[in-house]
């Protein structure tokens, strides 16, 4: 039977893409084929990316309900019926499954199908080359138009020498939508899983998910927030509550700050950012925030990121800290007795007379070199466990940058002397800080020092910028330079690049406290071996004065 | 003679402080802690006093503010000596007449502070 129905064909097309998924619809669209087409059994079969299997996607056999091709299972392409529709693209009939040549034929003969009618399914729209889930960049990612074979729709009669090219005539009039419907499932699913999975990791991640908007609004926040803060995700969704106002009072202008880097652009990223916040219990909770801008047309107008709690780790450090502190402490008393000890066996022996052995003299000033070295290491040691556990605080006062600067110079000038090497610098005059003079001296110091130490027979430059985000003082050697790895760890504590170099290790961490401390940034750079160093801070404008006249 | 009390309770201390004092014109008594410390002061009147800080049973500092509080030793100088820094005890200045010497220190730096009083 074939009967050709405008009313109808429209009335399938409507249903094809009623629905996001086909198979929701499947039934009904059957029902309406089959007011045109007889057929007792119709599947919908599609190929597997690899080509070598195809997927039962629908069937629907009115013969028998344990067929053989079951709806979801894959099945091998080689010697089916599908096999021929993919390779030649064109419908294929078999007027008698008993004489067939396609394996499936058998399984089908048997479950009563005699004829069939296979049509391929092609897909003609765009794909995407590189599918990416969220904000496609049209550039990066080029759109193809092109025709795709996807699978093919299957009928099958009872009747021998059922179908005809009448059927095919038809059939060619809804394969298009129909693939391109398949098509548009297939994308939904994989769509709809990607949510899933997304959405899976957001809800069960241990650290805080967030996106808000530039005033402070979030459209993300997950429930980690309430487990890491007491507070349920309501309170941020419909009570506006802001992280900002749940922080420590001590580090709510620092985290402002921060983020207004962020959303005005003058930051990329904000990485291993820590801060406190008052837990609804009021306890204190340490995070580490991790936050980009949200840009929307080249314009930033939000941030997304993720919070993790920190606060087991911190008293690890704490008490790894206070550890430290007590136990360099301890070390005080003795080493200051060995000093007073070599100083009386200086005495006792005349050391430094004529008359002294030179034995005595080498064994004495082993022992001071190596006391005056354990004492430098203690005093570092001290000190940056006072910088880091917060106490210190800063002792700001205005003072003429480059008397600093002279006074360092002055000051190290011998050793750069002694090894060939010249300090310059171009300071003007007239700037003035407001910082912390003698926390600045010793940033310099140290900074100054260490080119001097990593430099022989070159120059070392002291020098001055300001720029859009604060003002820079670079010092730059034409020492040994430093490799990647080198830059990365330069800051830690008590790295060296290797153990022989005399040092701490600890003189950068200090800087670097020392730094941030003035609410600044230092980082290193260099041309790698050889080619020389360039260690650059940079302090917001608030440290620096009107330029005297 | 001027007469020296020197409150240590570290006996090695002590070795340094005779060795560095040996020939100097002064009497020197030494006391092992605080206690002991506070019991010489009551049955005489030494001219200068060299306080160590961190003893048991009675500190330096709180020695030192006892001290202040005797009439007979509201005027006589003390130098406290200690491995702490000295910005630590900045605020005992405030009662005149103090010093601080950091450990590790020379004899000569020993005795420029004594020197500063007598």
Redesign the interface.
């Known amino acids: 039977m074939f009967t050709y129905n405008k009313d109808t064909f429209l009335n399938i097309n409507k249903i094809i893409f009623s629905s996001l998924d086909i198979r929701e619809v499947y039934q009904t669209m059957s029902n309406e084929l089959s007011k045109i087409i007889d057929f007792d059994r119709l599947t919908i079969t599609l190929i597997t990316e690899d080509n070598n299997l195809y997927e039962a996607f629908v069937v629907q056999s009115k013969t028998r309900e344990d067929t053989y091709i079951k709806e979801g299972d894959l099945y091998p392409m080689k010697d089916s019926l599908m096999e021929k529709v993919v390779q030649s693209r064109k419908p294929v009939i078999v007027d008698d499954t008993a004489k067939s040549q396609f394996a499936t034929d058998v399984f089908l003969f048997k479950e009563g199908i005699r004829s069939r009618l296979g049509f391929p399914l092609v897909y003609k729209g765009c794909i995407m080359k590189h599918q990416k889930l969220f904000h496609i960049d049209e550039k990066k990612y080029p759109i193809e138009f092109k025709e795709r074979i996807i699978g093919s729709i299957n009928f099958g009669s009872r009747q021998k020498q059922h179908y005809s090219k009448k059927h095919v005539d038809f059939v060619s009039k809804i394969a298009p939508q129909l693939a391109m419907a398949i098509e548009n499932t297939r994308l939904f699913n994989r769509i709809k899983d990607a949510e899933e999975k997304y959405r899976n990791v957001v809800e069960s991640s241990p650290d805080i998910i967030f996106e808000c908007t530039s005033d402070g609004k979030f459209f993300l926040i997950n429930p980690s927030v309430e487990k890491i803060l007491g507070y349920s995700v309501h309170y941020f969704y419909d009570a506006g509550g802001s992280i900002l106002s749940l922080c420590h009072t001590d580090d709510q202008g620092q985290v402002l700050r921060e983020i207004l880097q962020l959303l005005h652009g003058e930051k990329d990223s904000l990485m291993d950012f820590e801060f406190r916040v008052v837990h609804k219990k009021g306890n204190i909770v340490w995070l580490s925030l991790e936050a980009i801008p949200i840009k929307q047309d080249n314009k930033i107008i939000g941030i997304e990121g993720f919070c993790r709690d920190i606060t087991d780790r911190k008293k690890l450090d704490e008490l790894k800290n206070s550890l430290i502190r007590d136990v360099t402490h301890e070390l005080?008393?003795p080493?200051?007795?060995?000093?007073?000890?070599i100083?009386?066996y200086r005495?006792?022996f005349a050391i430094e007379s004529e008359s002294a052995g030179e034995k005595e003299l080498h064994l004495y000033n082993l022992l001071q070199n190596n006391v005056s070295r354990l004492k430098n290491i203690i005093r570092n040691v001290l000190d940056i466990s006072r910088l880091e556990s917060g106490v210190e605080r800063l002792n700001i006062s205005d003072f003429t940058f480059v008397e600093l600067v002279d006074q360092v110079i002055h000051e190290l000038n011998p050793i750069a002397i002694q090894k060939g090497n010249t300090i310059t610098h171009q300071i003007p005059a007239t700037i003035i800080l407001k910082a912390d003079r003698e926390k600045m001296y010793y940033l310099l110091v140290n900074l100054v020092g260490n080119a001097i130490k990593f430099t022989s027979h070159g120059r070392i430059e002291i020098s001055f910028m300001i720029t859009p985000y604060g003002f820079e003082v670079s010092v730059k050697d034409t020492g040994k330079g430093l490799n990647e790895e080198a830059i990365k760890h330069a800051f830690d504590k008590f790295y060296k690049e290797t153990p022989s170099i005399p040092g701490s290790g600890i003189g950068l961490a200090i800087s670097k406290n020392i730094v941030e401390l003035h609410n600044g940034c230092i980082w290193a750079e260099s041309g790698g071996k050889g080619k020389g160093a360039k260690f650059t801070f940079r302090l917001p404008t608030c440290h620096l004065m009107k330029q005297s006249t | 003679m001027k007469d020296l009390l020197i409150v240590e309770d570290?006996p090695?201390?002590q070795e340094?402080y005779r060795?560095?004092l040996k020939g100097e014109q002064f009497s020197v008594t030494y006391a092992s802690d605080g206690e002991e410390g506070l019991k010489e002061m009551k049955g005489k009147k030494y001219d200068l006093v060299i306080l160590d800080i961190l003893m048991e049973n009675i500190t330096g500092d709180r020695l030192f503010a006892l001290l202040r509080k005797d009439k007979h030793y509201k005027e006589v100088p003390v130098i406290m000596a200690s491995?702490l820094d000295k910005q630590t005890y900045q605020c005992f200045q405030a009662l005149g007449k103090v010093s601080f010497l950091e450990?590790?220190?020379?004899?000569e730096m020993l005795i420029t502070e004594i020197n500063k009083y007598l």
């Not at chain 2, 450990?103 to 004899?107: D, E, L, R, S, V």
């Open positions: 005080k008393t080493v200051a007795k060995m000093e007073m000890a100083d009386m005495r006792s | 570290d090695e201390m340094f060795d560095m491995s450990k590790p220190f020379t004899k």
